[in-house]
């Protein structure tokens, strides 16, 4: 009997060990800790390098004007989706305050980056999990666009979660907790920018057709048609179908096909937060040296998951990665630095994984000159990344204190809700004033000459006109107005005055 049971206990041994030392399977969950602590400092560096007081930007506002009480809904046009305004929906939606939906977004933004990476447990050590939020999260573009209502760092999110808990279930199937990431990581993406998420997780599908994984497959499109649905009802009830709403949203882009956006994006890393049109010289090469460095470290990561034999787990997120950066890289005619945010936080991991490599033998002996270049290397990245998101940060700060200056001139002219603010910058101004926007043409088209007329019977109008323009026919003979270095035309509304000591002209 004693020796059944020694047996039985051996063998039991033996299948741990089988287990436990096979190259797909993954290791015991570690690293919590660590990881918990790099989603604090990213979450606390947001805070403190972004500041909550920095206002809406003009995508953001069309986002949360969708869900808040306080303002009239921007127009939204058709490459949109509404995941960001379901996101900011819980504070946005009864509080006008910018600063607590910074401090939430900040919060959010950290606790996703700690559960996508978790997702990632077993597959790699925990240096190299840390190692890669910390990659990612100190980019600029990750730390500016953290606390805002923008959906390009939360593809990053899902996509990091959709891959990781892909890669999980593949290698130890009954973890059906893993089948849930994958699902939850598409519906998130999808929710954000559907167009996105199919670029995105297209090797995960044909790896699971390839496979025959149904459940894996299941999952995937089951996530995407939830976070999709929305989109796609609004697409049928607005815009005649999904085809006629991609042909929109292809149009609003400039037309998508094969065009080259690789130095558009390489403009933009100096902090342009859209490069449209992308003109002008390129940052200096310290700003862009990061960016050169990205696919040699992924072809040497590639390298070191070949000979260990695990080349997976590092085959699928490059390749989706490659995928995500597809479409802004050769098939679209500007660049913002946002756009790459899912291809850099996949890259992420094997760039880590590449770098420990570097420093470190496969004995786990240091390799002390290697460590110290790459420890160099790594502090002037941070460096420049800081640099760039401290410009970033100020030159966003003054634009948006612009806007509000302008509202606070506007309602000094009597401009006051209800109203309707048209022309140059319509949609921020118009939210920082509290008024509704209209667009007679271009991709914000949302009304007609007739109906701002007619709106002008009812309440304050006024047309913005940008410097060195000439204001739309409509509004050639309302009395001009300079407020800053725009000049804006104010509707004569029957039955109200002028504003008393407003310095009007004639017709510019």
Known sequence: MADGKGALLAAGRRRIRARTSS????????????????????TVA???????????????????????????????????AR??????????????????????LALLSGLGLY???RAWRGLFPARVLVTAGALFASLWVTLFYGP????????????????????????????????????????LMALMRPTDAVWVTVPLLVLALAGRHVRLLAALAAGLAVGAAEWVAEAYAWYGGLGERLAEASRIQGGLGLQ???????RSLGGRGLCRPCTGPMPHPVVTLWWFALPLLAVLALVVAVRARRALRTVLPLACATTAALPYLFMIGYAAPRFLQP???????PVADALWHLVRTPAGRWRPVAASLVALALTGHLAVQLAVLTRTVDRNTDSRRDWARTAAELHRLGVRPPCLITGHEAIPV???????????????????????????????????????????????????????????????????????????????
């Open 430 to 508: 118009a939210y920082y004033t509290g008024c509704s926007s209209g667009g007679t043409d271009g991709n914000n088209e949302n009304t007609t000459v007739a109906e701002i007329l007619s709106t002008a019977d009812r309440v304050p109008v006024a047309t913005l006109v940008a410097p060195g323009g000439t204001p739309p026919g409509y509004a050639r003979a309302w009395p001009s107005h300079t407020v800053g270095d725009l000049r804006v035309r104010v509707a004569p509304t029957p039955g109200r005055e002028a504003p008393a000591g407003a310095a009007t002209d004639g017709p510019s």
């Open 148 to 187: 805002q209502a923008m959906p390009n760092q939360w593809v990053a999110i899902g996509a990091l979660l959709a891959v990781g808990c892909f890669l999980r279930y593949r290698a130890d199937r009954p973890a059906r907790g893993a089948l849930w990431g994958v699902a939850a990581g598409a519906v």
């Open 115 to 117: 559960l996508a990476l």
């Open 343 to 349: 291809a850099y936080a996949l890259l992420a991991i």
């Open 46 to 80: 947001q805070l403190v390098l972004v500041r909550p007081g920095l206002g809406l930007g003009w995508d953001e506002i069309v986002y949360v004007s969708q869900v808040t009480s306080h303002h009239p809904a921007a127009f939204f046009s058709a490459p949109r």
């Open 260 to 266: 080259i956006a690789v130095d558009d994006q390489l």
């Open 23 to 42: 190259p797909d399977a993954p290791r015991p969950a570690d690293g919590a800790g660590p990881l918990a602590v790099l989603a604090a400092v990213f």
């Open 83 to 104: 995941g960001v305004s379901l996101l900011v929906a819980p504070v946005a939606s009864w509080s006008e305050s910018t600063a607590l939906l910074r401090v939430y």
